[in-house]
């Protein structure tokens, strides 16, 4: 008996060991519907969305909401394996290897009462005869801002979230009001006001006019190993290229066709 035991637990030990996906911690901030938290778990649709290109590369994401700047330099020290939503910029690029694929452009869109007339050209040429609603403290792109710091539009009404924004709008207070697309889309879908609200469309193309866009992406942090960098950003192309990332997008927000 000694000896089958002994041969059996030989047998054991020679057999393959069943791999375990390596873990990988990403960071970001805060922002609905992109990442949040809903019944204590992080949700929204890039979490989703990195998360299933980690899987997919054979690693096992976790996510983590902090403060912006802290999710920076997190990854900058090499806490984190990456942060997302994050902006090209050059001291970024210091420590951040970014990617190929765009993980999501921001679109600054102008949302007005369903059914107006009211229109405002992608070259503000009729911002003189608008008043318009923003959020205090948001930046809506160098164009716009502009715009506002010359006073070229009739007014400019500063309040601290969408809802006011969209209370003077239904009530004629305003005319039109600047907004992030996504997060605006999911507010009033989840308020039942879609037929209430609506983006001022491109004539050109029928989709909503973007007054000014930044892109954003899952970077990675130069401390770390450049390996899962690649595997998952080239699994991300592939979410992009097959329709996954779309599909996971509209489960979040009723996003227009082709948009």
Do not use: C
């Amino acid at each position: 008996m000694g000896k089958i035991a002994a041969a059996l637990v030989l047998i054991l030990l020679l057999l393959p060991i069943p791999s375990q996906a390596k873990e990988l911690l990403f960071v970001t901030l805060d922002n609905t519907p992109q990442a949040y938290y809903e019944n204590g778990e992080v949700t929204g649709f890039l979490t989703e969305i990195v998360t299933e290109a980690a899987r997919r590369a054979g690693y096992d994401a976790k996510v983590k909401i902090v403060p912006w700047q802290r999710a920076l330099a997190m990854t900058k020290k090499g806490l984190a394996d990456a942060v997302f939503n994050a902006g090209f910029n050059k001291q970024r690029e210091m420590y951040l290897r970014y990617p190929k694929p765009v993980l999501m452009t921001e679109k600054i869109v102008a949302m007005r009462k369903a059914g107006s007339k009211v229109f405002l050209n992608f070259d503000l040429s009729e911002a003189e005869q608008l008043t318009v609603g923003v959020g205090r403290g948001f930046f809506y792109g160098d164009r716009i801002q502009k715009a506002i710091n010359q006073n070229i539009f009739l007014r400019v009404e500063e309040v601290p979230n969408i809802d006011l924004n969209i209370k003077k709008l239904l009530l004629g207070r305003i005319d039109i009001f600047f907004g992030d697309y996504y997060p605006v889309i999911k507010y009033l879908n989840e308020q039942g006001l879609l037929d209430k609200v609506e983006a001022i469309l491109d004539p050109s193309t029928g989709l909503p006019m973007i007054y000014s866009k930044s892109d954003t992406f899952l970077a990675f942090s130069k401390k770390k190993s450049e390996v899962p960098f690649k595997k998952v950003n080239a699994e991300l192309e592939k979410m992009i290229e097959d329709g996954t990332y779309r599909s996971i997008v509209i489960k979040y927000i009723p996003v227009h066709d082709g948009f």
